[in-house]
């Protein structure tokens, strides 16, 4: 039973942090209804910079982040300014060229990165922290998967009080659900899309800071990062917050428990089957189902 | 039996009725008119007829088929042709390939759905487009090429969702004697219109509704008199003194 | 409309035709591998260049074509050229059932269950060993040695029919309900025509072809594993970028992006000093082309002779 226990908590605290992976691209999602396949990329940059620093200056991945975040934020904004909005105002031939634009803009990315650092595993063992168990009873928990959970939770509340309180979070509400109606109200929505890109990628940023403890680190672990992002955003719900939070703990139950009862190799299957389940059946997401 | 029924219709968006209990019979060969201020449910009924969205109740029958739960392309096979409120042409294929595409409903053949399309192309006079690319038309072109498209499909029912809406007086009035060449060529139409001009123009019979429901149904010198019909589109004030 | 372009497909069928014999072994490599591509970027750009529906998920028909044959000598040790016909038949056959589940979706929502379906199949692949060897993959001796000259007319007939096929296609009546499904699935419907029906019409072929290429791929290379065949970024989306930068929904875009992509790569990845940067240069020129050339070299080609040939009212 505390097998039971273990894996589900385990499940849990993943799950937490794939949310606040997730919170970042459902934002992108809902308010520019693009779909950004360089999520990933962007996280790996981030770890990166948090692995460049603790191998240069000693510092770890938890004072990295406050590195990180801002860096994201600005390359994030860049990219939306120069690059994507060129794309979304284009009709092409092939409907998914934005898509395709984010997806080689997170190719590029991480080649620069491979360039940079060589594909090797890399770690980034905090003393004190990383490889660290505590025990409830006699179920083990991860001490870094902890800390993930707790500042992930954090940050997904912040972005949640960010986005219904504040006048830049009405905002952007605004510009998701009516791009022109909000330009008449005298929303800059250009400034806006880049502005919601760049919080997008720092909370991806933050995310990928805190997975760092507990993950090896080369330059294609982005990729099953976006997808698990992807998932999460689909299985929550485009553009809600609740929705990333509860679709990020469901994901992280479902593999855990998979990956215990069943085998280790098929755990991201899991993810892909949930993923069409939920986009033949239950399109808008869990958040439909829990109203908000 | 009546050529084309509707019977009690239905369609919900949620807590909003969009259409309530809407009740139409329509004889072969007439072009019926349905007015209505916006948001009335005009385009909703076609989008029902159509099956783009499922009627919740109700029924639809045509030449005494029942087809409210028919696939949208089948009904096109039946022989229901439409045109859209917004025009949805296919942008990057040529007027000729435009309406060959309704064409080919008919026909495998290319080069018969070529000759059946020149044939349309030439009733809606858009000879001199054909080989324009349909997204650098301008609207009142992109409006004649959706009616040609959907008469290549060689429909015996038309649907035209407000083709005479963002044209000026001169288009409008070359759009009425084209329906009226549709309609002497045997094909029935149901017009969704605004512009008065148009629609009681050349309706033989128009309903008017509002908020989903009938409001009259009727000639469209009896229409326009109608104080419901006037209460409806002008306010309250506007009905005595007539 | 084809009669015009003739002479253009005759000079490259010549060249495609004398070439090899005249080329080294390792050129003649690089030949078999632009064929290979330019069969599956052809394949590819039926369904998402004609039909409109951009699947991230091909490698899995890839995948099943290499398996075809690979699975037949893992089991039963008969030859991998029966997967010739076994390959490309299950890739369309469960081609069907796929298309059945994903059609239902639109747009980049069909793009990313077709990603997902060739992600489970390159786990199951990956992880189900007594059905396929597992990660290690398959080996067989190669037919012809190092001798490379059969191998390429194999590959060079089997990517004429993929075009011509494609080409008929396109100049009938599927050409014009796949493109009226692409321009807009809605005013197709309305039309007359049943979309999902001419969907599966556009995905078995490519399916098919797709799975043709893979099925060569186990003879030629002679060693596949789900991490290679079933591939996401290597295989599913490469077919889409090599689309894309020659011009999807032409006929020529395939052919001629698949041709750069191969020579590129090989040229990037030969030069020292530029060697490890090679698929970062793609990367760069895809992020290029999209911001720019949107619709590929062959489809904005109006605008790039435009801008090389100044229009003569200038002066």
């Not at chain 1, 805190?210 to 680190?217: K, Q």
């Amino acid at each position: 039973m505390e097998f039971f226990f273990e894996s589900l908590i385990e499940g849990l605290l993943l799950g937490g942090i794939y949310a606040v992976v997730a919170v970042g691209m459902t934002l992108i999602m809902g308010v520019m209804k693009i779909i950004n396949l360089a999520h990933g990329a962007i996280m790996v940059v981030a770890m990166y910079i948090c692995y460049a620093l603790f191998v240069t200056l000693g510092l770890n991945p938890y004072i990295g982040i406050f590195v990180a975040m801002p860096a994201l934020f600005g390359i994030g904004y860049l990219l939306q300014r120069y690059s994507i909005r060129r794309v979304t105002e284009v009709i092409t031939v092939l409907p998914e060229t934005q898509v395709l634009l984010t997806l080689a803009i997170g190719m590029a990315l991480i080649e620069i990165m491979r360039f940079i650092f060589t594909s090797n595993y890399q770690t980034v063992p905090v003393p004190g922290v990383s490889g660290k168990t505590l025990y409830l009873g006699e179920i083990s928990m991860n001490v870094p998967m902890i800390i993930g959970f707790v500042v992930a939770i954090g940050l997904i509340m912040g972005l949640h009080l960010f986005i219904t309180r504040t006048d830049l979070g009405k905002s952007i509400r605004a510009t998701a659900q009516d791009p022109d109606a909000a330009k008449y109200m005298g929303v800059n929505t250009r400034n806006v899309t880049c502005l919601t890109f760049a919080i997008g990628s720092m909370l991806a940023a933050a995310g990928a800071c805190l997975l760092l403890p507990a993950y090896y680190l080369f330059p294609d672990v982005g990729h099953a990062f976006t997808l698990k992002a992807f998932i999460v955003t689909i299985l929550g719900g485009m553009g809600s917050t609740v929705g990333a939070l509860s679709g990020g703990l469901v994901l992280g139950v479902a593999e855990s428990l998979g990956a215990s009862y069943w085998q280790m190799g098929y755990k991201d299957v899991i993810g892909f089957v949930i993923f069409i389940l939920v986009l033949l059946f239950l399109p808008g997401g869990l958040k439909t189902v829990i109203g908000r | 039996m009546n050529y084309f029924e509707l019977k009690n219709v239905v369609r919900r968006f949620g807590g909003l009725v969009a259409v309530s209990n809407i009740s139409a019979a329509i004889e072969e060969g007439e072009i019926f008119g349905l007015i209505g201020p916006n948001g009335s449910g005009k385009t909703t009924i076609f989008n029902c007829i159509n099956n783009y969205y499922p009627t919740n109740s109700g029924e639809i029958i045509f030449k005494g088929v029942p087809i409210e739960r028919m696939s949208t392309h089948k009904i096109c096979e039946m022989g229901i042709g439409r045109t859209f409120q917004v025009v949805k042409p296919l942008k990057r294929l040529t007027v000729l390939e435009n309406i060959m595409s309704g064409a080919f409903l008919r026909t495998n053949k290319v080069r018969v759905a070529r000759d059946n399309a020149m044939k349309a192309l030439d009733f809606c006079q858009l000879m001199e487009r054909k080989d324009f690319l349909a997204k650098d038309l301008p609207i009142a072109d992109k409006k004649r090429m959706e009616v040609a498209r959907a008469l290549a499909t060689e429909p015996s029912l038309l649907l035209l969702d407000e083709t005479a809406a963002g044209l000026n007086l001169k288009e409008i009035e070359t759009m009425m004697e084209l329906v009226k060449k549709i309609r002497t060529s045997g094909i029935t139409c149901i017009i969704v219109e605004h512009v008065m001009k148009f629609i009681m123009g050349i309706s033989d019979r128009v309903m008017c509704i509002n908020f989903g429901m009938e409001i009259a149904t009727g000639k469209p010198e009896e229409i326009a008199a109608h104080p419901e019909v006037i209460k409806a589109y002008l306010g309250e004030e506007y009905v005595t003194g007539r | 409309m084809m009669k015009r372009g003739w002479v253009t497909p005759v000079i490259l069928g010549i060249l495609a035709l004398v070439i090899p014999f005249t080329l080294s072994s390792y050129y003649q490599h690089i030949l078999i591998l632009v064929i290979i591509w330019i069969t599956m970027a052809c394949a590819w750009n039926l369904l998402g260049g004609f039909a409109g529906q951009v699947s991230f998920g091909h490698a899995l028909f890839f995948g099943l074509g290499a398996y075809g044959g690979g699975l037949l000598y893992h089991h039963w040790e008969i030859s991998t050229w029966w997967g010739m016909i076994v390959g490309p038949v299950w890739a369309a056959v469960i081609a069907i059932p796929l298309g059945l589940i994903t059609f239902r979706l639109r747009g980049p929502y069909f793009a990313l269950s077709m990603l997902a379906m060739g992600e489970i199949a390159r786990i199951i692949f990956t992880n189900w060993v007594p059905f396929s060897g597992g990660a290690v993959g398959v080996m067989i001796s190669r037919t012809w040695g190092g001798e490379k000259l059969q191998y390429y007319f194999i590959i060079l007939a089997i990517c004429v029919v993929t075009l011509g096929v494609v080409a008929l296609m396109r100049y009938s009546k599927l050409g014009f309900y796949f493109l009226s499904i692409r321009e807009d699935q809605d005013a197709a419907e309305a039309l007359g025509i049943p979309t999902t029906k001419y969907k599966m019409y556009a995905l078995i072929p490519s399916a098919f072809f797709t799975g043709l290429a893979g099925a060569f791929y186990m003879n030629y290379m002679a060693y596949i594993e789900p991490r290679v065949v079933f591939n996401l970024e290597a295989v599913s989306i490469m077919m889409i970028l090599t689309v894309m930068l020659g011009g999807a929904g032409t006929l020529w875009g395939p052919v001629l992006g698949a041709t750069v992509y191969v020579i590129l790569a090989e040229v990037f990845r030969t030069i020292p000093g530029i060697k490890e940067v090679h698929v970062l240069v793609f990367a760069l020129i895809v992020v290029l082309i999209i911001m720019f050339l949107p619709d590929g070299i062959l489809g904005e080609w109006d605008k790039i002779k435009r801008i090389f040939i100044k229009p003569k009212l200038a002066s």
